[in-house]
Structure formats: C-alpha cells, structure tokens
C-alpha cells in the first residue's frame, strides 16, 4: 500500500465546498419561508429513501451534498423558520452558527485547562460576563466561591447540581457508599421532566421526588413546600433538593423565588433555579424582578440555546460554592496529571460535568455576545415580549378565545371555548397547513394551545398572519359543526 494514498478532503477541496456550505445555508434562511414548518413526512419515509448498505467507495462531495436536498430536507421540522411557534425556541444566529463553525475546524478537547488553555478561559470569562449582564448574584463569578460552566442542556446542569446536593447532604458518602434511600427531591407538579430523569439517574429514587402543588398561576406554593418539608422530617427522611423553575415549560409560570429560597435557606437545603428559557429576558433591566430571589439560591441555569440566539447546545450553570460539585465529580487518573492541574491554578472543566470530553462552546457564545452587544440583545428580546403581549391583546378582546394562564413574556397559553376535541382539531389544522407550527399542554384536564414567540427572524407579520390563519381555521371548522 503506497504511503502517500488518503482519502481526506485537502485544504482546498474543503475551501470550496465549506463555501458551498455556507452559501446553502446563507439561501436556506432566505428561503425558510417555503418550506412546510413541521415537517410532513410519515414515519420511516426518510430510511426508506436510504441505501440499505453503507458505500464500500468514497463518493464526492456534491454528491453527498445534494442528498441533503433530495433526501434529508423533506425530514426537516423548520425550529429557525419565523413561523415556528412551537415548544420553546430554540433559535440561532449568523455568528452562532460561525462560532460552531469554528468549534468543529479546531476540533478542540477541552477537558481540561491544558488541554487548551483558550477554551477553558474563554469560557470562564464569558461566563462572568454574563453574570454582570443578568445581573445574577456576584457569588456566581469564577473570583468568587462560585462561578459559571458550560452544559449541553438544562437536564445536565439540573443533573450536576442534584449530585451536588446529594453529597452535601450525606458528607460525600453516598459517591462512597452508594445512595441510601432517604434523600428527598422538590420540584412542582409544573417543573420540567429533566428534574425526574435526574432523579432516576442520582439514583434516588422517584419515590422520593414530592411535586408540590401549584397555585390558580401554575407557581410553586411555598406554603405546601414548606409542610412536606416538615412532614418528611417527621418521617425520618432527609430533605435535599429543591428545583424552583423561573418560566415553567407548559405556561412560563413564576415559582416564588424569595420564599422558596428562605425555606431552603432555614432548612439548609440545596436551592436549584431552572431559568432554561426565561432567564435571556433578564438581559432586559425591566425583567429582572423575575429573578428576585436567585440570591439565595445555590446553583442557577439557563439556556443562551434557548432564546439567546445561540445554536444549540449550550446551557450555562451558576454554582455558589464550585468547591462541593468539583468535590462531587472530580475523578484524577493518572494519565490526565498534568502540572496545571496540580499547581491548583486552573479551573479543570471536566470535573463540572458528566462527560469528561467538552467542544469548545464559548466560541459561539462569544461571537454572539460581541456581535449583537448587549443593546442589541436587549432590543430582539423586547420585540418578542412586545409581540407576544400584542397576541395576549388580541385573544383578550377575542369573544371566543379565552387566556389560560398568565403570560408575562414571550409564551402564550389560550384556547377556543369549544372545548377539548375542538381545539385539538384547531391545532391539528393549524400545523397540517404548513404554514405555522404550534404546539399544545394540558391544564386542569383543559386541551390548551401554545405559541411561543422566539425565533430570530420573527417579525410583527408573521404573528398577525398567524392570529389570521387560527380565526379563519376557526370558521372552518364551526361550517363543518
Ligand atoms: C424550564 C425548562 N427546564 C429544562 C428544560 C430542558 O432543557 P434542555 O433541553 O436544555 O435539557 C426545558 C426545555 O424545555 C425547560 O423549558
């Protein structure tokens, strides 16, 4: 076999064809509008259209390239198109985008500080920045016992912070001795369900996980927290964990900060905020009340890959105390010794997360910082939450729609007054058009539609085409009553 013979891509091949990428998605944005936003494939439509076996040769690139459009695009649910309404955004940027770019040519490993000194310190940094921009409690800084580390997602962060929790409670014997059965988990009947895998994965046990009621707003009622608190104690078992949410997923409802923090505080127990989409709106001065209360709380997230104009992932966490997570998953093999670790001079990011291998994140969180500014950040957020309350305005004086719960920034809850099977239908129109795409929750046994108001390049326009399309779909349907 001839030395010289490889199969990569050369320098100049991946210059022209990164050009041509980069061109298809400059045209993809440009043209997002023309695609169905929730994709209409059946299931299994797209392996079908798949070869069977895998090529035993090398095909070229424009080959590869072109099946995305033949094969791949049909399968596509448009989360950067404007008419997205859906779930939660989940919304990207120019320089996101390039940032990620970047992340993949580098290629970087950055488990460790030495392993390249850049991402790690990029990151702490950025970090930092952001706990000045949100005006997050100065006990979050990497100068002080805290501060901030990158995560794939909020379930990791929430993940890292229970295990936390776990060993302050039990001294650090339960990563000794293995968990023993009498821990207990807090979150509200409206927490994400990331709280309830991670309870799984701790090995805690779900029995031990007490969703608290919520009040007529969907918040947490401290009230109720604070009795199963005690009633737990009277029962010999330990409390551990609170998860409080600043936005819950199904409404954008607030749990009481303040009070839930004090009662973690008497209690001395771990207080997590999970602020996973909420929390960008504090970049805004005049919604930072939301966070009234995040100063007692020990560890705090939320998602830029969320509603920050950051490409998934990324989901920053705050700890007050870095010493008691480090402490919890800080494992040091012999082959990842290394001086700078040793010196103790240096933040080692792999012992802040499950994984040990960690992509160089900051770069796109970096490029969107210093691309947008803080101005302008604040200005995208303001135009979705003036957006949103627009559509609050227009199913208020709506005599058929009614609001289902309160929506105090970019997330709506209503429903036709035709009852459960009616708005099913609604929604089920609605997403087949093409057109749009919302999604639904249940409250109190009532079948409630979402939209959610985030995606990058959503403009006043495609909200009111999107108030037009459910009023005409409206009358559609009531001709077929
Ligand atoms: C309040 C809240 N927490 C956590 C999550 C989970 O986010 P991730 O996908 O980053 O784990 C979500 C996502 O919907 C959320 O809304």
């Known amino acids: 076999m001839s030395a010289k013979k490889n199969f990569h891509m050369s320098p100049d091949e991946f210059r022209q064809h990164g050009k041509a990428v980069v061109d298809w998605i400059a045209d993809y944005y440009e043209q997002v509008e023309s695609y169905p936003v929730l994709s209409q494939v059946k299931p299994g439509k797209i392996r079908e259209s798949l070869p069977a076996e895998p090529p035993l040769q090398g095909e070229n690139f424009e080959a590869i390239f072109k099946d995305v459009d033949r094969l791949i695009m049909p399968g596509v649910t448009h989360w950067q198109s404007p008419n997205f309404f859906a779930y939660f955004p989940a919304n990207a940027s120019g320089p996101s985008i390039l940032g990620d770019l970047l992340s993949s040519g580098l290629g970087v490993q950055g488990m460790l500080w030495s392993t390249s000194p850049a991402c790690t310190e990029l990151e702490t940094h950025v970090l930092d920045w952001l706990v000045d921009m949100l005006a997050l409690p100065t006990k979050f800084k990497s100068d002080s016992t805290g501060g901030g580390v990158i995560q794939d997602s909020a379930s990791s962060a929430a993940l890292c912070a229970l295990l936390a929790a776990r060993e302050q409670a039990t001294d650090f014997e339960s990563n000794d001795k293995g968990c023993e059965g009498r821990l207990i988990v807090y979150v509200s009947t409206q927490t994400h369900s990331s709280l309830e895998k991670a309870i799984k994965i701790a090995g805690m046990g779900q029995a031990n996980l007490r969703s608290i009621a919520v009040d007529e707003n969907f918040a947490m009622r401290p009230d109720e927290l604070a009795r199963q608190i005690q009633q737990d104690r009277q029962n010999g078992l330990i409390p551990c964990f609170v998860c409080a949410t600043v936005g819950t997923t199904s409404s954008n409802a607030m749990d009481p900060l303040p009070e839930i923090g004090r009662i973690c505080r008497d209690e001395k127990i771990w207080f997590h905020v999970d602020s996973a989409m909420s929390g960008t709106a504090a970049l805004c001065p005049e919604y930072r009340y939301l966070n009234d209360g995040v100063e007692l709380a020990d560890s705090y997230c939320f ?179």
Not at 347 to 366: E, H, M, N, T, V
Not at 453 to 471: D, R
């Open 303 to 481: 998602n830029p890959h969320k509603w920050m104009f950051v490409n998934f992932d990324c989901d920053c966490l705050y700890v007050a105390n870095r010493a008691i997570l480090i402490k919890t998953l800080s494992i040091l093999p012999e082959y990842l010794r290394n001086q700078a670790t040793e010196s103790g001079a240096v933040i080692d990011y792999r012992d802040w997360q499950i994984p040990l291998g960690r992509r160089f994140r900051s770069l796109k969180l970096w490029f969107v910082i210093r691309y947008y500014g803080i101005e302008g950040l604040q200005h995208h957020i303001r135009y979705h939450i003036e957006m949103a309350q627009n559509f609050v305005k227009w199913i208020e004086e709506a005599d058929d729609f009614e609001l289902v719960a309160p929506a105090p920034l970019n997330l709506i809850c209503f429903r036709h007054q035709r009852g459960n099977a009616f708005n099913q239908q609604l929604l089920e129109r609605l997403n087949q058009s093409g057109n749009l795409y919302l999604t639904h929750t249940v409250f109190n046994g009532e079948y409630t539609l979402r939209l959610s108001i985030g995606q990058t390049h959503t403009e006043e326009h495609h909200v009111a085409q999107a108030w037009q399309q459910i009023q005409e779909t409206v009358a559609d349907l009531e001709k077929k009553l």
